[in-house]
């Protein structure tokens, strides 16, 4: 994980010194749809892509266009471009070019926009062999509107050697961005990988790109991506991978483990980081039953050379985003780290909480904003929009500073927003690209901003409820914490209406009860009275709307 030893390494370098250029191409958002029918959900979209365009990742692919298929905004298989649009068009691209699919035959040009009224930059185009004559003339229609146009062998070990020199010709002619080969059903191993490649390299004009698509039935995805890319060659060379090896059957070429090895021994700088993150936020919760893949554990575990407890030690802990977690990972020294050690890991996580992030300036900063105004915090209970009435009025009178936990109410517009939670990140990540710069948002230091840092970020360890029976991460708590530690002395209430069955997002949802233990929703609410009972000494709690807890 680490790389070639010094001299291999410095022997591969030289060797690389005269390839073409290598780049990364994510297909998370349309190979990955097929373990979940596309449905990522719009958040989860937005998410995903935003991850991957901070990751610096070259090429992202955003789904298929199928004219079959109804626009829906929380798939990734759109009808048309116009439908991209929709879905993506508000969101930065930065250096990244943005992708679609068509698998031939199932979106005409008439769904098809020139590429300059289009979010896209390319179209990839699959096609099975007996199509190849009709997909390259279709190829050439696409460049003609002005798209980047890849033709993707589907299933290229069916090809014979004749076959390849009949695509090979037809390619001349149509002169594409780049042709790749899919290896559809897994089935590829290095020698075949090399023929197809020496093929297509040697015959190909040399403007055409050359790329590789893997899929992992026989576990080869990655040492097949590393055999592609220590071909020499002059030639631009494309590498697929999805997040966590997303997709159907077996899955495909991991991305974060590609990405990891082009840092290590091709001088990239993709942002692992970042993938970790949307493992965790974005794409864990499709892994469920798990149908496809490795472990983020066990990769968590191998690309740090450390014992595989460790991970699930700091996972259990729900104090740490995964981007801390491989930060950590990463101080561990010598012999301990195949030697698992608890206490020298609770050494290690004690001295890291204390110096994860320095947010004195912050903490100063939020002190002077609030001031002597008075703040409104809003919770998610129904009340807000039951009571709206009220808290408009309170709103118009008192000119509060409102604060939203989690969330972005649909009938109250906040000044800013707390944010203690990675996963209802996500769930706003939408509205706060349309929203840009309209809120100020508070985080704490266990959730990782998908690109660039957060207006305000306090400490994690610093405002969690340390107290005798405290449940971990109840977001109200949290807040709480917060308020306290940068001096509010009073603050008032609303949606803060309490926790039952049938409205379970307001303070933990299912999954977190589950972690927690917590079986009935009675002891949630019995730890959160307690705490605002004990809260209130120091900070005054105003009740505005209608809630279970009394003061």
């Not at 190979?31 to 892509?49: A, L, R, T």
């Not at 409820?465 to 603050?491: H, R, S």
Request: glycine share 6%; charged share 25%.
């Amino acid at each position: 994980t680490q790389g070639y030893s010094s001299a291999a390494s410095d022997v591969y370098k030289r060797q690389i010194s005269y390839m073409g250029e290598i780049k990364l191409l994510d297909c998370t958002l349309r190979d990955g749809g097929y373990v979940n029918d596309w449905k990522f959900g719009h958040n989860n979209m937005v998410s995903i892509f935003e991850r991957l365009v901070d990751a610096n990742v070259d090429y992202i692919e955003i789904g298929f266009l199928d004219e079959r298929r109804p626009f829906d905004i929380n798939r990734s298989i759109m009808p048309d471009t116009d439908c991209v649009q929709k879905i993506f068009g508000n969101l930065d691209r930065k250096n990244s070019l943005i992708v679609g699919m068509i698998d031939y035959g199932t979106c005409s040009l008439a769904h098809i926009k020139p590429c300059e009224e289009s979010y896209l930059d390319a179209i990839r185009v699959i096609f099975k062999k007996h199509l190849r004559n009709e997909a390259m003339s279709f190829c050439a229609e696409l460049k003609k509107l002005g798209y980047k146009v890849f033709a993707q062998l589907v299933s290229v070990t069916s090809y014979t050697d004749d076959e390849m020199m009949d695509l090979i010709r037809l390619a001349n002619e149509v002169k594409p961005y780049a042709v790749s080969m899919v290896d559809t059903y897994g089935l590829m191993h290095q020698n075949n990988l090399k023929h197809y490649f020496d093929l297509l390299d040697q015959y190909l004009l040399p403007e055409i790109g050359l790329g590789y698509h893997a899929h992992n039935n026989f576990q080869m995805g990655y040492a097949n991506c590393i055999t592609m890319m220590s071909q020499v060659t002059d030639r631009l060379l494309l590498v697929d991978g999805t997040i966590y090896g997303m997709g159907k059957s077996a899955g495909n070429a991991p991305i974060e483990l590609i990405a990891m090895y082009m840092n290590s021994n091709l001088g990239k700088n993709y942002d692992i980081s970042q993938f970790l993150e949307a493992i965790d936020a974005n794409i864990t919760s499709f892994y469920t039953p798990a149908t496809w893949g490795y472990n983020m554990f066990f990769y968590l575990a191998a690309s740090n050379d450390c014992h595989p407890t460790y991970v699930s030690d700091l996972m259990k802990k729900k104090t740490l985003s995964v981007k801390q977690i491989n930060e950590l990972l990463g101080r561990l020294q010598g012999d301990k780290k195949l030697l698992y050690d608890k206490k020298y890991m609770e050494q290690l996580y004690l001295e890291y909480q204390e110096n994860d992030i320095d947010d004195t300036l912050d903490v100063q900063a939020l002190k002077e904003l609030f001031g002597s105004r008075k703040l409104l915090l809003l919770g998610t209970g129904d009340s807000v929009t039951e009571q709206e009435e009220l808290l408009k009025n309170f709103i118009n009178e008192n000119n509060p500073i409102v604060i939203s936990m989690n969330y972005i109410p649909d009938n109250i517009s906040p000044d800013m927003i707390f944010l203690s939670n990675s996963k209802k990140y996500v769930q706003i990540a939408s509205k706060l690209s349309r929203h840009q710069g309209e809120y100020k948002i508070i985080a704490t230091s266990n959730v990782t901003k998908t690109s660039g840092a957060f207006d305000y970020t306090v400490r994690y360890k610093d405002v969690l409820d340390t107290e005798e029976n405290a449940i971990p991460d109840v977001a109200f708590a949290v807040l709480l914490k917060t308020m306290e530690k940068v001096g509010v002395k009073e603050v008032y209430l609303a949606g803060i209406d309490g926790f039952n069955e049938t409205h379970n997002g307001i303070y933990l949802d299912d999954e977190e009860r589950c972690d927690y233990g917590i079986k009935h929703t009675d002891e949630l609410n019995e730890y959160v009275n307690q705490m605002m009972q004990r809260m209130n000494k120091t900070i005054k709690m105003n009740l505005l709307t209608k809630s279970i807890y009394t003061l």
